[in-house]
């Protein structure tokens, strides 16, 4: 792996385009292990063949292109998100969150709080893991089922309140009824009394770029049915989704 990046690194704007021996040099590996490694990159797609002057060169493949929009959809969502978060808040007068996944953990990028006094939901810049609660497990399970397990499998399962869930069976389980239903709920796991309603938001090709839930305490869902909640979420997440386009 460190080996493979060390070649990656060695790309940039005055090293657009580089010959075999180029890359031994610059990382000091021997040609043999470079060009072992760039044929794995280039299976994946992170590195292409060229030619100049009827030498063979190796330059970024075009799968960068394609990670770089994810990563620039990620950091204009919250400009993007904010009008429908606004106005789920005002029509909910519930807490309403935007999460994104960074490695094994859920970021939360921006807030809106209900307009209420009692103020105990994660704050702007929080992680919390991606097992753990509403938000972060929309963002799980829209991830492989390996790489779900290979997470699942590093997790310490801290517990944050009694109602945590730390039992990997019941997690999987959880992340199946999320893929099949479309959004997730929980219940004190974060926080004692809360209850969060999660739905994912999705870029053209399908793939999830963040998780939109509301939270509130639990006297705040005696009113309103989950059901109705949920086609809230789904509809914000929706017109969010449009602006994407």
């Not at 789904?234 to 602006?243: D, S, V």
């Amino acid at each position: 792996m460190e080996k493979a990046l060390g070649i990656l690194e060695c790309f940039d704007m005055k090293h657009a385009s580089l010959s075999l021996e180029e890359l031994s040099a610059m990382t000091g590996f021997p040609k043999p292990t470079v060009f072992r490694m760039i044929c794995s990159l280039e299976k994946f797609g992170y590195i292409r063949r060229t030619e100049k002057e009827g030498r063979l060169r190796f330059q970024l493949g075009m799968v960068f292109l394609e990670k770089s929009q994810i990563v620039n959809s990620q950091l204009d969502i919250r400009a993007l998100a904010k009008n429908e978060m606004l106005r789920l808040r005002n029509e909910t007068n519930l807490s309403v969150q935007l999460a994104v996944r960074d490695v094994c953990d859920a970021v939360y990028i921006e807030q809106f709080e209900a307009l209420k006094l009692i103020r105990v939901f994660p704050q702007v810049g929080r992680r919390v893991p991606l097992y753990a609660a509403a938000c972060p497990r929309v963002l799980l399970a829209a991830l492989p089922e390996e790489e779900q397990m290979a997470i699942l499998a590093g997790a310490d399962y801290q517990p944050f309140t009694q109602q945590s869930k730390t039992d990997q069976k019941q997690i999987l389980a959880e992340l199946a009824a999320i893929a099949r239903n479309g959004y997730a709920v929980s219940r004190g796991e974060l926080y004692e009394g809360t209850i969060a309603v999660a739905v994912p938001i999705r870029n053209i090709n399908s793939e999830v770029l963040a998780a939109l839930s509301i939270i509130g305490t639990e006297q705040d869902f005696e009113d309103v049915k989950m059901e109705s909640y949920i086609e809230k979420l789904q509809h914000a997440a929706a017109k969010i989704e449009e602006r994407l386009l």
